[in-house]
């Protein structure tokens, strides 16, 4: 199962809207065939062990199919991989987790139980469970997994009071960050920080193992009430504008909304508190597909997410640094919270080291 793990994992970025898979097949202690699901609409990963085994010449029949998560038994873009299995006569299913889709939790066991095929279940079920916690999120909330990510300074300072903010952490933590941006469907800042850094949000940095430089097409959005964006802002104008939304509230100008949907996507929002209502925003962006969403805000933005409760985890750099000032701009801003019974809190805290800085990731405690 650690095997199927770590195939699952090639599919980092590639999947979604479905979930990380990988599959090993094996007939005593001989591995006969593996897979993964390497990008949605392709075969899934119990499918590609299944093929893996012929192209080596091993026969399936009575092997043990080790899979990270739940064999799908509903038609999709692809046939139920259940009767993948079923047809390739393998005779028991180790799985990981279960399918989090109320919909189909359990129908795929059943169904192999059904036709003599032995499933044992909860393998590893805790490593897979958290590969897969924006699919798990997304399918039973229908919205996205938000995580809110920010480089800083020991003392919480993200810039200087005039917005001076490069390079506050060093290249190891802007490597890690573009994995986060790897791992995520989509990003989002606020407008203020097209103004002030006119930032690409792109994926950068990855290689192939050809070598060849990897851009991933993020989806990319900014929360913009009024329309402030400038026309020129490099995401409005590069290779990769399709891919940008702009965020505004109604109560722009129409001349103004012409402008911007000449140049851009533009998602008309209700406001609240004159501001763009975060609720409409993730529940759009859960039906368009968008499983995973990292906040890369000033601290207005990040502290809208975490203060209302849309956030589900943190991702924060600290570097070995003392801005001080308390005109500083700070990574989290807003209002606060009232009291500290009220207070965000955070579990399952992970501390690593890149290069000088430390990276902090943990869930918001709900």
């Known amino acids: 199962m650690r095997s199927a793990l770590a195939l699952a994992r090639k599919g980092l970025g590639k999947t979604s809207p479905n979930p990380m898979v990988g599959a090993v097949l094996v007939r005593g202690e001989q ?7 390497r990008r949605a609409g392709k075969p899934h990963a119990e499918v590609e062990a299944i093929a893996d085994a012929g192209r080596r010449g091993n026969r399936t029949r009575g092997a043990t199919l080790y899979v990270t998560l739940e064999p799908c038994c509903t ?47 909860g393998c590893l079920q805790e490593q897979a ?24 300074t020991l003392d919480g300072k993200i810039a200087t009071a005039t917005g001076e903010s490069k390079w506050i952490t060093g290249s190891a933590a802007r490597v890690e960050a573009m994995r986060l941006r790897l791992a995520s469907d989509a990003i989002l800042v606020g407008v203020n920080t097209i103004q002030a850094d006119d930032p690409s949000l792109t994926c950068r940095g990855w290689r192939k193992a050809d070598g060849d430089r990897v851009v991933k097409t993020l989806r990319r959005f900014v929360l913009d009430t009024k329309g402030r964006i400038p026309l020129d802002a490099r995401i409005l104008t590069d290779a990769y504008a399709v891919n940008t939304t702009v965020i505004i509230g109604k109560s722009i100008s129409k ?34 597909g968008i499983t995973s969403l990292l906040v890369e805000g000033g601290g207005e933005v990040n502290a809208s997410f975490i203060e209302r409760g849309f956030a589900q985890r943190v991702a924060f750099f600290y570097a070995p640094k003392i801005l001080g000032g308390s005109q500083s701009r700070t990574a989290v801003a807003g209002k606060g919270f009232a009291s500290m019974a009220e207070l965000a809190k955070l579990r399952d805290i992970c501390v690593r080291v890149r290069g000088e800085d430390l990276f902090l990731t943990a869930r918001i405690e709900k």
């Open 75 to 121: 038609q999709g873009r692809t046939p139920p991989c259940t009767d993948a299995i079923i047809s390739a006569d393998i005779k028991r299913v180790v799985v990981a987790a279960t399918d989090p889709n109320p919909k189909h939790s359990g129908r795929g066991f059943g169904l192999l139980r059904r036709q003599g095929i032995s499933v044992e279940t």
């Open 129 to 152: 469970v958290e590969l897969n916690a924006a699919f798990n999120h997304w399918i039973v909330s229908g919205l996205p997994l938000v995580t809110v990510k920010a480089a800083m």
């Open 255 to 288: 001349a103004r909304l012409i402008r911007l949907q000449k140049r851009t996507t533009v998602w008309l929002a209700p406001e609240l508190n004159g501001r763009v209502n975060l609720r409409w925003v993730l529940r759009r962006m859960g039906r368009e």
């Open 31 to 37: 591995l006969i065939g593996c897979g993964w699901h």
